[in-house]
């Protein structure tokens, strides 16, 4: 016998196998009829996309499949595949970190239709500053040039994060082919006054007050309040301009700027906004806006929101802005949005809500993320035979200081929809004062960790359940809605359905504040609807006072709707099948988060400077607050973070940590005792 020593090499066989079944996959694409390629082409995508995860894969063999993937998603795509069009994000940060793709990428894309690439308008404007432009430029210029209308809404917000860090001749070649429709221009500057003027004049201060760059501020001032040469301006803005322009003067010319008279004016602002009616006409805003017609005009304006279909578009088909309707709604809400109505070419209104004040980037990328879970959803066995699904709305940002937002028929606030009466209003804010009493303020939560046992903290919330309405009043509203048993069987499937899918998204995404103004229901569909997401990636957990530790809304009165099976049926087994769902295919989504690291919002950079960093000048430093953020949402999807862990990481800046930290595992509870990460779906969702 011979005493031969073999020396395995795992990396090397394992390489050889993964090799020999692409080789075989590739074989299969080549020989199967045209009809069946593009799914195949996919298959063969997915079974790459596994394989480059492993640890174990050689270099050499990782760089062919890399490859692979991203020639095979863009040929699928010029075979016109969906599923293609969809993963089409996931190859960007692939790009990033692989340069030697990228010319064989720039070939490739040329050959395919560019409407095939207008979902991701937003994403490819958010790379453009990155390394990898010299490979997207163009295909932006060319969805620039057949797509002027669309582009130019995320222009708009994309140019100022832009710097110097995109190509000049690059950035006015985009600015030339999308600045050539007059009629769009006169368009989007009057929406600028679709709001009252001291809500505006207060956007710009605070912009004065977040940045310092006083001499901005004024100009945006004067070129959108103050502009004796703007016809576009109504009434309210003329006596506004009578009643304030010389203060302002004074202030910004005749004086130098300061924080404290900034914040004077600001105040000034507040209290004129409080004066301001409820109803107005629409031509005391925007004359322009008021007076348009299409009838007669050489050139259109589109309705907006009409490329998202996934199909090739046809603007002859479309709807176009016929006129708009002369009365206009201020809503009572801190920013003082203002509602107004569009009349489409089909006849029809069109309800938009425009709001300044707030950057509503973070708004439209939450709403996109649903988007991609809607299309993960639908594409999975179980979610789309129980038609789970998020009812989504337009976004549309115009600037990093205000956009429109697409008005929901038929969808009321959860507070209204309880329609109570004002005994029973008097009743829960007693029992909120009851319960709020534990604390002296805000200042006095976190120490209460420590001061307060669970038992004090219980009993406390019990007396307040009891003082408030009965639990069962949302679930007897349900009950008035409907005309038969039928029907609000139908009802109550809905809303629990869509808020178990809702909350488990809402949850991946760390969304809080969701207060009964901010969680919404359709009164003709029953589905739980989510708006306002100024609170995602746990802010309103590491920033609040007080911090929001419970990862989802799922209140008795939520509760008892899911009665007599309770909620570890219908609800705990759809959010079960939600999150599998997004797991099992989560490329696109966590292409989608990408975004949020290379453009990140106001808020955000506001966000990272308060959390630990007054300095950010530079985008490197800007990235590390959303690359924390998007690292914990990754951990959920694909390392089963445990959500109390999730909670802990948000927490840990916050004092008393340790006492916080024992409340947060529980004394006696699952989430203490399970481990950190590798949880199952099931785990993590009984959590």
């Not at 010299?134 to 708009?156: A, F, H, M």
């Not at 959108?224 to 309210?236: H, Q, V, W, Y």
Request: proline share 5%.
């Amino acid at each position: 016998m011979f005493n031969v020593k073999h020396t395995w090499n795992k990396e090397r066989i394992y390489s050889d196998l993964i090799k020999t079944g692409r080789d075989q996959m590739m074989q299969s694409v080549e020989l199967v009829d045209k009809e069946r390629k593009p799914k195949l082409i996919l298959q063969f995508v997915k079974y790459c996309s596994d394989a480059i995860e492993s640890s174990l894969l050689q270099e050499g063999v990782k760089r062919e499949m890399l490859r692979d993937k991203v020639t095979g998603i863009l040929s699928a795509m010029q075979h016109g595949l969906l599923d293609a069009r969809k993963m089409f994000p996931s190859l960007l940060p692939l790009l990033e970190v692989n340069d030697w793709l990228g010319e064989e990428f720039m070939i490739k894309i040329s050959d395919i239709p560019s409407w095939m690439f207008l979902s991701w308008d937003k994403q490819l404007f958010a790379w453009l500053p990155s390394k990898i432009q010299p490979w997207i430029t163009p295909l932006v210029i060319r969805l620039c040039k057949d797509y002027p209308s669309v582009l130019v809404y995320g222009y708009n917000v994309s140019k100022e994060s832009w710097n110097k860090n995109v190509n000049p001749k690059t950035h006015k070649e985009i600015e030339r082919l999308l600045r050539s429709s007059d009629l769009q221009e006169k368009f989007l500057g009057a929406l600028q006054h679709v709001g009252l003027p001291s809500v505006l004049a207060e956007t710009f201060l605070a912009y004065a007050k977040r940045t310092g760059d006083f001499e901005k501020a004024y100009d945006l001032l004067k070129n959108t309040i103050f502009s004796d040469g703007c016809e576009a301006r109504g009434i309210l803005y003329r006596e506004f301009t009578r009643k304030w322009k010389a203060k302002f003067t004074q202030t910004f010319e005749n004086e130098m700027p300061t924080m404290s008279s900034i914040s004077q004016l600001a105040l000034d602002m507040k209290n004129e906004t409080k004066r301001a009616p409820q109803k107005i006409l629409l031509k005391d805003l925007s004359s322009w806006l008021s007076e348009y017609r299409r009838l007669g005009l050489s050139e259109s304006i589109e309705l907006p929101g009409q490329y998202g279909s996934g199909m090739k578009p046809m603007p002859e088909y479309h709807i176009y802005i016929e006129s708009f309707e002369h009365e206009a709604l201020i809503l009572g809400s801190l920013r003082r949005p203002v509602k107004i109505g569009i009349v489409g070419s089909n006849a029809k209104s069109y309800k938009y809500l425009m709001k300044f004040g707030e950057d509503l980037r973070q708004d439209e990328r939450i709403e996109s993320l649903f988007e991609a879970a809607n299309s993960t959803l639908d594409a999975n066995p179980e979610t789309r035979k129980r038609g789970m699904r998020i009812k989504t709305y337009k976004v549309f940002p115009l600037s990093p200081r205000h956009g429109l937002i697409e008005w929901m028929e038929g969808v009321v606030t959860m507070q209204d929809f309880l329609d109570l009466s004002e005994e029973d209003k008097a009743k829960v804010a007693s029992a909120s004062g009851k319960y709020s009493r534990l604390h002296k303020g805000p200042g006095d939560y976190i120490p209460g960790y420590s001061n307060l046992t669970e038992d004090d903290v219980e009993s406390s919330y019990d007396e307040a359940l009891r003082m408030c309405i009965p639990k069962n009043t949302m679930k007897r509203r349900f009950e008035r809605l409907s005309s038969s048993p039928e029907g609000l069987y139908r009802l109550r499937l809905s809303f629990i359905r869509s808020h178990a899918t809702m909350s488990i998204v809402h949850w991946i995404l760390g969304i809080g504040d969701r207060h009964t103004s901010n969680n919404m229901v359709s009164v003709l569909t029953g589905e739980s609807v989510g708006i306002d997401f100024g609170y995602a990636f746990d802010v309103s957990v590491e920033f609040l006072p007080v911090p929001e530790v419970v990862p989802i809304r799922l209140t008795p009165q939520i509760a008892e709707v899911t009665e007599p099976i309770g909620i570890l049926g219908i609800m705990k087994s759809s959010m079960v099948h939600t999150l599998n769902a997004i797991k099992e295919d989560n490329d696109v989504f966590l292409a989608v988060l990408d975004v949020f690291v290379k453009e990140p919002s106001i808020d955000w950079i506001e966000l990272a400077k308060h959390a630990g960093d007054g300095n950010l000048h530079a985008r490197a430093k800007e990235s590390w607050f959303p690359l924390k953020k998007v690292k914990i949402a990754q951990d959920k999807l694909m390392n089963g973070l445990n959500p109390a862990h999730a909670t802990l990481e948000a927490l840990k800046n916050k004092g008393n940590f340790e006492a916080i930290k024992n409340h947060v595992l529980g004394s006696d509870s699952q989430r203490g005792r399970l481990k950190e990460h590798g949880l199952s779906t099931e785990e993590q969702v009984s959590l």
